[in-house]
């Protein structure tokens, strides 16, 4: 079978750290092009500036990862699935759930594959939390995020901007767990949202969910932690506390802890692969809908000014 060809647009962090090494290391893929406005590329590979100038020039693809922030990442996802080419959306699929509605009819359509990756739900904790948690009965839940901006996020504009999610941009990756190994849908009951006085988004939150068998769940997200960081889902069942932390990485099971190999990313590029010569798609919105209720139900704080 020929490998996909695959252009990687927007070459930030993400793409270099993750998306360039799994996509070396998965003989489905080859990479083909990259895209980036302002970024040279990759020496022996070809590079364009715009999507729309690789579009034009070649060379051919058949799928795109799409790496930039996410408020411009409706209309290069539109103009790849118009011409048939599968599209990776790095998480947050979109800025808002209407156009990421839009982009799955349209992938649809063309019967191309439309990914909506959720890097952390490949973490080596969670399929097995997931598997555990399905035979417990499940009494509360909190989800503690908090890392310190300045490390993780320097000189990132877009994230404090109107559909750059703020602290979310971070946060929406516990949520693509816990949407994942708690066996029911849960809901936003209450939140509070910071946000500096000279920023459009949140620099943290606290929020309350309750799943549809009335179980509480807190989420404590914070971008002004400095030390240690926490990512971390507690899960207490009748059947002891279930931790898992470092993002999903490492579970605590009442029987012991596992540590297993990172696979996120290769896991992802397996995903897409298995998607594409299945001519099928993954969007799977409830994380991104959990953050959308935030922002329409949760009551706005005015927090001290945020300077990087
Ligand atoms: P970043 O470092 O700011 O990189 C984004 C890149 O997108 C920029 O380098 C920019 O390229 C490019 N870009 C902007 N507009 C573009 C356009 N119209 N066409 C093509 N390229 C364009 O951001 P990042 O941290 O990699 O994050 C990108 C996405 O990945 C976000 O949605 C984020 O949530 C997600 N993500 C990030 C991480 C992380 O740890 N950083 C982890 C997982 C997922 P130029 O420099 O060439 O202008």
Redesign the pocket.
Known sequence: MDPIRIAV??????????HLPAIHGNRAFVLAAT?????PGEAGIPHH???DSLLAEGPAVDAVA????????Y??AAQALARGIHVLL???PGASLSEVAALEAQAQKTNATLFAAW??RFAAGVAPARAWLAERRIDTVKIVWREDVRV??PG?A??WEPGG?GVF??G??ALSIATYILPRPFFLKAATLSIPANRAAPIAADMEFRDTAGVSISMDLDWRQTGPQSWDILVETDAGQVKLSKGGAVLSLPTGTEHNEDREYPGLYDRFATLIRGRRSDVDISPLRLVADAFLRGRRETTDAFHD
């Open positions: 647009v927007g070459m930030g962090k993400i793409a270099r750290a993750q895209v980036s406005p302002h970024d500036a715009s999507l799409l790496c930039t922030p996410p408020q411009v990442r209309d290069l790095e998480k947050p890097h952390s993780w996020h990132q877009w994230i999610l941009d971070p929406i990756n």
